[in-house]
């Protein structure tokens, strides 16, 4: 495949348009971080896993995530990776140890056969549980090992030792690329998993109010609109006025929507019979990096108890908590705000435009994903399964 | 009265022509906009009764233009056919409030004063906006219509003038509804007007109108002013960081005087499209000296932070407590609400009205759409993305003027009878105005 300098100029040319902002979108920043660390599992020459995962998370890893600390969607893919390669590892090195153990001559590539030999294995230290997502059908829980760390519970620990540089790297390569490969089949199809469940959220002369142009939102809406017949309301979220946009994609869909400024929201609030957003990412707690002006919108609709869904895909969902609100956020120019030629005020008066807004996790009813409808709550155990607590620190 | 008789003939042929002229424009447009009015079996109703009323308002106003000449009507209609369009694409939500057609000041009334007509021009055209601004400058044009009035034979001042006036308030109200502070002063007026002595002679009796309108302003506005601030300065302290949402004119004399007085505290000005009427009291404290920070709506929930007391002002006040406000102001309360932040209201008493409302809808007032379209902040109109929104037709655009704020937001309000609770409002409208009612 392609040598490493090939592999280098591909890293940089990603960091470099993550660095200018070429790349707009958490969803296609997640898609070629995801490509590009397909490349590198594929192309760097590793013997042990180990050195694999210090390559992922260190050299390219780091370097992306450094490049945009905003785009959170880039750590989260990051992370993924690492638990993807720490699961294949651990699973393979499950049947491995049974192949071995109990010399038996099964082919261990089949997700069927590790399933059963896992549960009636001898190496009981490996605790199965189910992962939701696609992928191997088996996941093992992060405290596997740290057990091996602490030092073997098993007397084949010394063994396995021995065996294992020997037989890695022939099985695994091909392993973490087909799981890579479900990861982004996954990422290409979050769109399609979200709008099968616009039926189920939005019934006929509803109202609903949405702020900001999401993506996930419009062809949400779309596609309920095929069938059922609602009202929109657009907050238009000056000065970026993305809400304009997202108007003009729905009304062409044949959808009734109307314009208001942002001003208007609390007014018009006891009408409106859901609020329906999108959001730049999810944070650990359950609470939302989203385009300035949702919290407003957030914080209307619980004072008139209104229920605020969020659709989003889960590569957004990211292990980090926010313990200071202005962490995650972003001053952009003030220009919209108050231009140049207003004249000679700017030199004595302070602009505040920030980009972000902190929603918290009490004011979300629902989060809607790809993996279906959960509330925020929830959110941890998808960490959990998704995310290894030892990558936080990209 | 005679004028009318004398053309009543080639008022005919003028109609005729006019119709004429319609009948060709409607033809040519209506192969242009078909889609428009077609595609709307839902809001049709709403649309019809609205497009109505507009043309029976309207049918009402031209017999009597005998002085339109052919360019004005030719304005006025291509102004109709647009406020038509802008009607039909008025939203559901809120067909109950029809939007203005502004001021027309070629098919005003014969009788219109000019004073009155300049008025209404330039409220329609949002030049003087703010309750007490427009309060008193439509108190001060009145003046001039009564210093111009003459009583005719047989009938006495007291009892004609009320008679006189109401076509002009008419008028005005067409420009731009009438501002509840506005409506009261107008009550007051026409009371002591009905109060003059009729044994006193047409001078001295408009003298001692002229004199009670400004005595009226005087202590319903400019006196009650002074006392708010000087209420309100015991509420600002050094080092407080005081946030205030668009332009009250009443705030602005409270910041200018808390900063006169040495208090050293901060401001913080949220503004929102599409009236940007934040940007006036930002030019206004910046001159004076103080430490100002600006921004959008958007950053309230950012720049709430750091914020000690919100001051709001108001164009009414509910008697259930509720604040008739600006747009945007009910999200600046309940925001600052969250983080328990004092919201304090500044408000003459004369604002005070008997009416209850429940929420934003019941009561309102709609301004031009287009208004939303232009999206830059400097005077020079830049349209954005949605130039072409007539042509759209499940698009809409909803440009709201004012706002209710529930009475659980409020802090309290300063009144120049002191600060009370925003319950207090109907005690205060029983104790001190029962004369009026």
Same mark, same amino acid.
């Given at each position: 495949?392609?040598?490493?300098? /090939?592999?280098n ?17 958490s ?12 490349? =590198? ?10 050195? +694999?995962i210090?390559?992922?998370k ?26 993807? @390669? ?13 192949n ?64 294992? /540089? ?10 973490? @690329? ?5 990861? @982004? ?22 109202? @609903? ?23 929109? +309301? =657009? ?6 006025? +993305? ?65 605020? =869904? ?5 590569y ?26 207003e ?15 902190? =929603? ?5 009813? +629902? ?23 030892d990558?936080?620190?990209? | 009265?005679?004028p ?64 339109? #000449? ?5 304005d ?17 939500? &809120?067909?109950?409030?029809?939007? !203005?057609?502004?001021?027309? !000041? ?14 209404g ?7 003087i ?10 108190l ?29 308030? !008419? ?23 009905s ?18 309108i400004?005595? &009226? *302003? ?50 913080? *000005? ?22 100002? !920070? ?5 950053? %309230? ?9 919100? &001051?709001?002002?108001?164009?009414? &006040? ?23 932040i ?30 939303? %379209? ?9 349209? #954005? ?8 037709p ?29 319950t ?14």
């Amino acid at each position: 495949m392609t040598g490493p300098r /090939d592999l280098n100029a591909q890293i940089e040319s990603l960091v470099n348009r993550l660095r200018r902002r070429q790349v707009v979108g958490s969803w296609c920043v997640s898609i070629e971080t995801a490509m590009l660390l397909r490349q =590198v599992v594929s192309a760097t020459r590793w013997n042990q896993v180990e050195t +694999l995962i210090k390559v992922v998370k260190e050299d390219v890893g780091r370097r992306l995530v450094m490049a945009q600390p905003r785009e959170l969607a880039v750590g989260n893919i990051v992370c993924r990776v690492l638990r993807l @390669i720490r699961e294949v590892y651990n699973s393979e090195d499950a049947t491995f140890d049974d192949n071995s153990a109990e010399d038996n001559d099964k082919d261990s590539n089949t997700d069927d056969d590790e399933k059963d030999e896992e549960i009636k294995s001898k190496s009981s230290q490996k605790i199965r549980t189910f992962s939701f997502y696609g992928g191997s059908g088996t996941g093992t829980n992060t405290q596997s090992s740290m057990i091996n760390l602490l030092g073997d519970g098993s007397p084949m620990g010394a063994k396995r030792a021995s065996v294992d /540089d020997y037989r890695k790297p022939p099985n695994l390569k091909p392993l973490i @690329i087909s799981e890579l490969q479900e990861m @982004i089949n996954e990422l290409e199809n979050t769109y399609v998993n979200i709008i099968d469940q616009a039926m189920e959220h939005i019934h006929s002369n509803e109202i @609903i109010m949405t702020v900001g142009k999401s993506r996930t939102v419009e062809m949400f809406l779309k596609t309920a609109a095929k069938k059922r017949k609602f009202s929109v +309301l =657009v907050a238009e979220t000056f000065p970026t006025y +993305l809400g304009h946009e997202m108007a003009l994609s729905l009304s062409e869909a044949g959808i009734d929507t109307t314009v208001i400024s942002d001003s208007a929201i609390f007014a018009v609030m006891s009408r409106v019979n859901k609020v329906i957003m999108g959001t730049h990412a999810v944070l650990a707690n359950g609470g939302l990096i989203s385009v300035s002006g949702a919290q407003m919108v957030a914080t209307a609709a619980k004072h008139h108890s209104k229920p605020v =869904v969020v659709c989003t895909g889960l590569y957004k969902l990211s292990p980090l908590y926010p313990y200071d609100e202005d962490s995650f956020n972003d001053l952009v120019a003030p220009d919209p705000v108050f231009s140049f030629n207003e004249g000679d005020l700017i030199d004595k008066v302070t602009l505040l435009n920030p980009y972000y807004d902190y =929603v918290s996790p009490e004011l979300v009813s +629902l989060f809607i994903t790809n993996t279906g409808g959960h509330p925020p709550s929830y959110l941890y155990r998808l960490i959990n399964e998704n995310y290894d607590p030892d990558d936080t620190d990209i | 009265m005679d004028p009318v008789k004398k053309t009543a003939k080639e008022l005919k042929a003028e109609r005729r022509a006019l119709q004429e002229r319609q009948r060709a424009e409607k033809a040519a447009r209506a192969a242009g906009n078909a889609a428009v009015p077609a595609k709307k079996p839902a809001s049709g109703s709403g649309a019809s009764t609205t497009v109505g009323s507009t043309s029976a308002t309207s049918t009402t106003a031209t017999p009597l233009s005998e002085t339109a #000449g052919s360019t004005k009507t030719t304005d006025s209609k291509q102004r109709h056919s647009l406020t038509k369009e802008i009607n039909s694409k008025q939203v559901d939500m &809120f067909s109950h409030l029809e939007i !203005t057609k502004g001021a027309n !000041t070629g098919l005003a009334p014969k009788e219109i004063h000019p004073a009155i007509l300049v008025l209404g021009l330039q409220f329609s055209e949002f030049k003087i906006c703010g309750a007490n601004a427009r309060c008193i400058a439509a108190l001060t044009a009145f003046q001039k219509v009564i210093q111009d009035y003459k009583t005719p034979e047989g009938t006495t001042l007291s009892r004609h003038l009320p008679t006189h006036l109401s076509p002009q308030i !008419t008028y005005l109200v067409n420009a731009r509804p009438m501002s509840v502070g506005m409506g009261n002063a107008i009550r007051h007026l026409k009371w002591e007007i009905s109060t003059i002595d009729i044994e006193m002679s047409d001078d001295e009796a408009k003298k001692l109108l002229c004199e009670k309108i400004d005595n &009226f *302003i005087r202590d319903s506005i400019t006196v009650a002013d002074r006392v708010i601030v000087e209420y309100g300065l015991q509420k600002i302290q050094d080092g407080d960081v005081i946030l205030t949402y668009a332009r009250s004119s009443v705030v602005q004399q409270l910041l200018l005087e808390a900063h006169t007085k040495g208090i050293k505290f901060k401001v913080i *000005i949220i503004d929102s499209r599409p009236r940007l009427e934040g940007k006036k009291l930002l030019n206004c404290l910046v001159n004076a000296g103080i430490n100002c !920070t600006y921004a959008f709506l958007h950053a %309230v929930g950012f720049a709430m932070r750091d914020v000690s007391k919100v &001051f709001l002002g108001a164009h009414a &006040f509910m008697s259930n407590g509720a604040l008739y406000s600006r747009v945007g102001t009910a999200m600046v309360a309940m925001m600052a609400k969250e983080k328990n932040i004092p919201v304090i209201i500044c408000c003459e008493t004369y604002k005070f009205t008997d009416k209850v409302q429940l929420d934003s809808f019941v009561m309102n007032e709609q301004g031009n759409p287009n208004d939303i %379209v232009n999206i830059s902040t400097t005077l020079a109109p830049k349209p #954005g993305l949605l130039s072409e929104w007539l042509n759209k037709p499940d698009l809409k655009l909803l440009n709201l003027l004012y706002d209710l704020t529930p009475s659980k937001y409020i802090t309290t309000v300063i009144t120049e009878v002191g600060m009370i609770p925003c319950t207090s409002v109907p005690v205060i409208l029983r104790e001190y105005k029962p004369m009026v009612q």
